[in-house]
């Protein structure tokens, strides 16, 4: 039988406040959310932009919730007879639990920031650690205000390795997150020109990224990407924040750890490359260029945490793009079948160029053809039509055959394609969906890409649900 996550009196003391009620002696879990909540968690009401947590307390008492932290000034909302931890602030005495969790453990730790490719580099640290230890890592993209003290917060006392993603919108978001977390080591995927609309330059992405070198441990390592345009400025930037060690990782030879020879194939590529020193062949399970050079990252920070890396290079080959950021699924039809890429989550000019590149690495058997489908980039600023023009020399280099456009500043785009690439223009994405179900025919790839707000999720969904995936039928 493992220990609880947390005894009542250690949450109590860790959130600095005070037991209103008649709680259970342990906690298994911590959640904010009532719908996903397991019975013996310690449920969190945090008040958000449009909901209020504490408006969700009843249910997380009837889920089966060990006990509620709530806000002092709500308290008088609620039934009397519920079972409270009562504080000023529930977020703040969520970063508390956070800090206290973080203050208990002995677990290695590494974080995660970048432009793009934070969700996969996390995902495959988590892959690679366990083999070596007991990992803690965040679920799905919870690297904010919330996302990271809660994860903090859930991080059992006995692990190993904790691995946490750490995003921002704005400066000055990194910082007090990557203080709390305290990580051994931090990784910098690469810096490009994303959230635009909040910074004057890509230099000023680059000193917001470089926050994470502000909690880093003493003697702590920092991770960079040498072939980054911003790598020097990077480099400066620790230098500057007192960090005494840097391993890089790219393509470029002079890199630590660099890469010797990639073969891609439809589900993932065969890799050589040489760890900080080590050489080492192996097979990553997810198709495109950047899990190549992530894995550089992945792997440089194994062997940094102390980690079995041979082993760690074996794992990767059980990595999958999840659904949303390059899941491929087999999409079976009347005269054989398509592939489709789901790279529907997000999308900035980095990550887009990149889901570009992976679909020109797709194997085509003719007259199947490579198609892109693809929606707005948001959060751009006045740059935003440029940088949607700017995708026609990825589009060339990728021998892509057939481009459908959804949104208006995708509309700069549309207007240089050749007229022998254009498939369809639709100001929102939902118009394209018939259009499409009748375009796709056997051979052919299909890469569905968009920033969230474009919409661009529910034309994979329309597509499995007219050519369910063999497994879905199989499973009928």
């Not at 495109?288 to 894995?295: A, E, L, P, T, W």
């Not at 062997?303 to 079976?332: F, H, I, N, Q, S």
């Not at 498939?423 to 790839?445: F, I, M, N, T």
């Not at 474009?454 to 050519?467: D, I, Q």
């Amino acid at each position: 039988m493992s220990d609880p996550l947390w005894t009542l009196d250690a949450f109590v003391e860790a959130a600095g406040g005070r037991l209103q009620g008649d709680a259970g002696a342990e906690i298994t879990g911590i959640s904010i959310d009532s719908r996903t909540l397991e019975p013996g968690d310690a449920f969190v009401a945090i008040t958000g932009d449009r909901l209020d947590g504490h408006d969700y307390v009843v249910s997380a008492m009837e889920a089966g919730a060990s006990v509620a932290l709530v806000g002092e000034d709500r308290l008088p909302d609620l039934p009397a007879d519920g079972r409270y931890v009562v504080v000023d602030d529930p977020l703040e005495a969520l970063r508390k639990i956070g800090v206290a969790a973080r203050d208990r453990s002995n677990a290695r730790i590494v974080a995660v920031t970048g432009s793009v490719g934070k969700t996969g580099t996390k995902e495959a640290l988590r892959l690679t650690l366990a083999e070596s230890g007991k990992v803690h890592a965040s679920v799905a993209s919870f690297n904010n205000h919330w996302g990271v003290p809660l994860t903090l917060a859930r991080m059992p006392a006995d692990a190993d390795f904790g691995v946490f993603e750490i995003g921002m919108n704005h400066a000055g978001e990194i910082s007090p997150l990557v203080k709390m977390v305290r990580p051994h080591v931090v990784i910098i995927t690469t810096v490009q020109p994303v959230h635009l609309q909040f910074f004057d330059s890509v230099e000023q992405i680059a000193k917001a990224k470089a926050e994470i070198f502000d909690g880093l441990e003493p003697g702590g390592i920092a991770i960079l990407n040498k072939d980054n345009l911003q790598f020097d400025l990077l480099k400066f930037l620790a230098a500057a924040a007192g960090v005494s060690k840097i391993h890089t990782f790219g393509e470029d030879l002079s890199a630590d750890s660099h890469l010797q020879k990639a073969v891609s194939y439809p589900a993932g590529s065969s890799v050589d490359a040489c760890i900080l020193g080590q050489e080492i062949t192996y097979k990553i399970g997810a198709s495109g260029k950047h899990h190549v050079k992530n894995s550089l990252a992945v792997l440089t920070a194994v062997v940094d945490l102390g980690a079995d890396l041979a082993k760690a290079g074996l794992a990767l080959d059980a990595m999958r793009a999840p659904k949303g950021r390059g899941e491929v699924t087999r999409l079976p039809m009347q005269k054989g079948e398509f592939n489709l890429i789901d790279e529907s989550y997000n999308a900035n000019p980095a990550s887009m160029k990149a889901a570009l590149a992976v679909l020109g690495e797709a194997p085509v058997t003719r007259p199947g053809r490579r198609i892109a489908v693809i929606g707005d980039m948001r959060e751009l600023g006045s740059d935003a039509d440029r940088l949607h023009a700017e995708l026609l020399q990825p589009i060339t280099d990728a021998n892509i055959d057939a481009v459908y456009c959804a949104g208006p500043h995708m509309h700069a785009l549309w207007k240089l394609l050749p007229h022998d690439l254009r498939g369809h223009y639709c100001e929102e994405a939902k118009d394209l969906e018939d259009v499409l179900l009748s375009d796709v025919r056997s051979g052919d790839v299909v890469m569905i890409k968009g920033s969230l707000g474009t919409r661009m999720g529910p034309l994979v969904e329309a597509l499995k649900k007219e050519y369910p995936p063999a497994d879905d039928t199989a499973a009928a």
